[in-house]
T-cell receptor
């Protein structure tokens, strides 16, 4: 019940395309859903996050879509660039848990080809 | 304005030796989390500490692994009698709050290789 399932495992998209990464969760106590971006040899860094009171959040070229009834959320990257090539992790947490013990998906390795 | 500092960045140990990984949280942060990332896998929670207290160690193996966050100095993750399966990247993260209301700030990781 604590799992977050992420797909696809890897994704190759042409520059300018819109990669979409999907995540699903079971635990209805989750109410905070961040996405982290990780470049090779670096630590993950927060990209964008959403709470279930909204169905969509945009920050620059990055958009999270959230479907509470389906317990699914996804990351869309508009006008993708080669510099977006990285591994993306979705995660989930509950504000009532009393900590920041994020549960991470298994990651999606994204490659944007010129 | 230093971020989360981890050292060493790379560590090589032979089976049976001890590994000590250090983490200094961001200034003003009093909550530290350790995560392990195996090759081609996501990050798995290991332990959550506040100063001088282990709050949640549910993700940490019961044997050979220990963690501390003393009143003074960095948090330390200690792995005794390392085995090949301990080879992984160990990430430390810190946060200013403990209530699921904000982000985790990650260090660049310590990559342990066990020969």
């Amino acid at each position: 019940q604590q799992q977050v399932k992420q797909s696809p495992q890897s994704l190759i998209v042409q520059k300018g395309g819109i990669p979409i990464i999907n995540c699903a969760y079971e635990n209805t106590a989750f109410d905070y859903f961040p996405w982290y971006q990780q470049f090779p040899g670096k630590g993950p860094a927060l990209l964008i996050a959403i709470r279930p009171d909204v169905s969509e959040k945009k920050e620059g070229r990055f958009t999270i879509s959230f479907n509470k009834s389906a317990k699914q959320f996804s990351l869309h990257i508009m006008d993708s660039q080669p510099g977006d090539s990285a591994t993306y992790f979705c995660a989930a947490d509950g504000s009532n848990f009393g900590n920041e013990k994020l549960t991470f998906g298994t990651g999606t390795r994204l490659t944007i080809i010129p | 304005n230093a971020g989360v500092m981890q050292n060493p960045r790379h560590l090589v140990r032979r089976r049976g030796q001890e590994a000590r990984l250090r983490c200094s949280p961001m200034k003003g942060h009093s909550h530290v989390y350790w995560y392990r990332q195996l090759p081609e896998e996501g990050l798995k929670f290991m332990v959550y500490l506040q100063k001088e207290n282990i709050i949640d160690e549910s993700g940490m193996p019961k044997e050979r692994f220990s963690a501390e966050f003393p009143k003074e100095g960095p948090s330390i993750l200690r792995i005794q009698q390392v085995v090949r399966g301990d080879s992984a990247a160990y990430f430390c993260a810190s946060s200013p709050l403990g209530g699921g209301t904000g982000e985790l700030f990650f260090g660049e990781g310590s990559r342990l290789t066990v020969l």
